[in-house]
């Protein structure tokens, strides 16, 4: 419920709709790339392609709306900001309040190492670790669910050793990805994968095959 996700936020990101307001948290997992990225990619070869990825969603989630003609439904993405350069929601507390991934924070540890740093929290999926993308929301302004149970997400990296290591190594190393291996995981990115996303976003036409 939106209300959910409001009632932890300052007033500046709250969502313009009424707290009973039905809302799902897209997530994507680490077959994304071979199901839907390089098939949306093959189909759409001869347009202009700006980002692969955002427009594979979106592509997604527009055909998700088309499922539900008789709903007015709103999307918003992970990527999009307001003018004020905030971005339109914050995509790892809406994860963590639908219950979709644990979003862990300093507040989680409870002697906290760091003094002055600034340290950001990060979320992790009980199945993909960090392994996972958090891609958008989508809204249904006329459904309101006053009875939704709310579930907690799954406490996964719940020692306090394990939240210090997970978040130094967000933190401060974040470009070799270990911090996605904090925990057990069931699949993670292919090798393909893993090199696409480690790649300037400019350079990465060449590796789908398309000119920029």
């Given amino acids: 419920k939106v209300g959910w996700y409001n009632a932890i936020l300052q007033p500046a990101f709250h969502l313009p709709y009424p707290d009973d307001t039905l809302a799902f948290v897209v997530l994507s997992t680490p077959s994304m790339f071979d199901k839907a990225l390089k098939p949306f990619v093959n189909k759409e070869r001869l347009k202009i392609i700006r980002d692969p990825v ?105 020692t306090e050793e394990k939240r210090i290591e997970l978040l130094e190594q967000f933190n401060f190393h974040w470009q070799d990805g270990r911090y996605r291996d904090i925990i057990e995981v069931k699949e993670r990115y292919s090798e393909e994968q893993k090199a696409y996303f480690a790649t300037p976003p400019a350079e990465r036409f060449r590796l789908l095959g398309l000119t920029q």
Avoid: M
């Fill in 54 to 158: 955002d427009q594979c969603v979106s592509h997604h989630l527009s055909r998700v709306k088309e499922k539900f003609p008789d709903q007015k439904v709103d999307v918003i993405f992970d990527y999009e900001i307001l003018p004020s350069r905030k971005p339109k929601f914050l995509a790892q507390t809406a994860a963590h309040v639908a219950g979709a991934a644990y979003y862990y924070q300093r507040k989680d540890v409870k002697l906290d190492p760091w003094g002055k740093k600034k340290i950001y929290g990060v979320c992790i999926h009980p199945n993909y670790g960090g392994w996972f993308a958090i891609r958008g929301l989508l809204l249904f302004p006329d459904i309101q669910v006053p009875f939704l149970e709310q579930f907690a997400p799954v406490d996964c990296v719940s």
